[in-house]
């Protein structure tokens, strides 16, 4: 008789009333234990850490791909407007954007303006980053995991319940891995569960919402249009005077306030030496 139904006797003589009112749990109890034997189903968990290290793998590359969309956003910009429907004069320009609603936007431009500054569209940006380290170190662990569980998938049971004095100091790491990588994992599955509401708030709360080209003075076709300052300053910064330090500031309210917002320099002039005269007249003369 193992150790187990000795105790299991010893409760059923002292506390009898006590053990039938508790039965159906002892019971339980009981075959709960007997399933969860020493040796467990190395095969079927190697299978679920699988399926758990290629979802980590493909929510590390999603996080990343948005990163760097994120972050482009603020430094990728076209030379020339790339569109075949530009206003050729200021009655047209005013016109569309009118009707538009916003202001003209180049069809050669990747992505938008997000109507937020620099540092709160990097806070974004450091969220998806956050969210790659985070289901890395878990696709790690999977892998460490599957490696470990694997050593003991065909395993003898013999070999495995009775043969620990003679095992390897090899076997005893996998051993550890096979216990306590669960528990990492786990902390690293609240990690990405934190991550995950805090984006989630972010989108409730409008976070970063919204692009520069539809503010009101954009739509009132006004020279205060932040769209078409952030672009002309953009085109300054990266092909007038290069300068990367200074093309970060063109998502601040300070850094593009030197431009006029009148209209996009690409729209005014295509070639690259008049617009890159006119923009420098522009930041000498703010007024």
Same mark, same amino acid.
């Given at each position: 008789?193992?150790?187990?139904?000795?105790?299991?006797?010893?409760?059923?003589?002292?506390?009898?009333?006590?053990?039938?009112?508790?039965?159906?749990?002892?019971?339980?109890?009981?075959?709960?234990?007997?399933?969860?034997?020493?040796?467990?189903?190395?095969?079927?968990?190697?299978?679920?850490?699988?399926?758990?290290?290629?979802?980590?793998?493909?929510?590390?590359?999603?996080?990343?791909?948005?990163?760097?969309?994120?972050?482009?956003?603020?430094?990728?910009?076209?030379?020339?407007?790339?569109?075949?429907?530009?206003?050729?004069?200021?009655?047209?320009?005013?016109?569309?954007?009118?009707?538009?609603?916003?202001?003209?936007?180049?069809?050669?431009?990747?992505?938008?303006?997000?109507?937020?500054?620099?540092?709160?569209?990097?806070?974004?940006?450091?969220?998806?980053?956050?969210?790659?380290?985070?289901?890395?170190?878990?696709?790690?662990?999977?892998?460490?995991?599957?490696?470990?569980?694997?050593?003991?998938?065909?395993?003898?049971?013999?070999?495995?319940?009775?043969?620990?004095?003679?095992?390897? !100091? /090899?076997?005893?790491?996998?051993? @550890? +891995?096979?216990?306590? =990588?669960? $528990? &990492?994992? !786990? /902390?690293?599955?609240?990690?990405? @569960? +934190?991550?995950?509401? =805090?984006? $989630? &708030?972010?989108?409730?709360?409008?976070?970063?919402? @919204?692009?520069?080209?539809?503010?009101?003075?954009?739509?009132?076709?006004?020279?205060?249009?932040?769209?078409?300052?952030?672009?002309?300053?953009?085109?300054?910064?990266?092909?007038?005077?290069?300068?990367?330090?200074?093309?970060?500031?063109?998502?601040?309210?300070?850094?593009?306030?030197?431009?006029?917002?009148?209209?996009?320099?690409?729209?005014?002039?295509?070639?690259?030496?008049?617009?890159?005269?006119?923009?420098?007249?522009?930041?000498?003369?703010?007024?």
């Amino acid at each position: 008789m193992s150790e187990v139904d000795g105790r299991r006797n010893r409760a059923r003589r002292v506390c009898s009333s006590l053990h039938k009112l508790l039965s159906c749990v002892d019971n339980l109890w009981h075959k709960l234990r007997v399933s969860c034997k020493r040796r467990r189903n190395s095969q079927k968990r190697v299978l679920f850490y699988t399926a758990q290290g290629i979802g980590s793998l493909f929510v590390m590359i999603a996080a990343i791909v948005l990163y760097q969309i994120i972050l482009a956003t603020a430094t990728t910009l076209s030379e020339t407007c790339g569109s075949d429907s530009i206003p050729t004069n200021d009655t047209d320009l005013k016109a569309q954007t009118t009707a538009d609603q916003s202001s003209f936007q180049c069809s050669g431009d990747a992505f938008g303006l997000s109507a937020c500054e620099y540092g709160d569209l990097l806070n974004v940006a450091n969220m998806m980053y956050a969210n790659f380290y985070v289901n890395g170190m878990q696709f790690l662990v999977c892998m460490l995991l599957i490696y470990s569980l694997g050593k003991f998938t065909h395993l003898p049971a013999e070999k495995l319940q009775f043969d620990k004095k003679n095992a390897s !100091r /090899l076997m005893m790491l996998f051993g @550890g +891995i096979c216990k306590q =990588g669960p $528990w &990492l994992f !786990r /902390l690293l599955h609240f990690l990405q @569960g +934190i991550r995950i509401f =805090g984006s $989630w &708030l972010m989108m409730v709360l409008g976070y970063c919402r @919204g692009n520069l080209a539809y503010s009101s003075y954009c739509i009132a076709y006004s020279e205060n249009c932040a769209y078409n300052k952030a672009r002309n300053c953009q085109y300054y910064y990266v092909y007038c005077q290069p300068d990367a330090t200074l093309l970060l500031g063109c998502y601040t309210e300070a850094g593009r306030a030197a431009f006029s917002g009148r209209m996009d320099i690409r729209v005014l002039s295509g070639v690259h030496c008049v617009a890159c005269g006119i923009l420098e007249a522009d930041f000498a003369n703010t007024m």
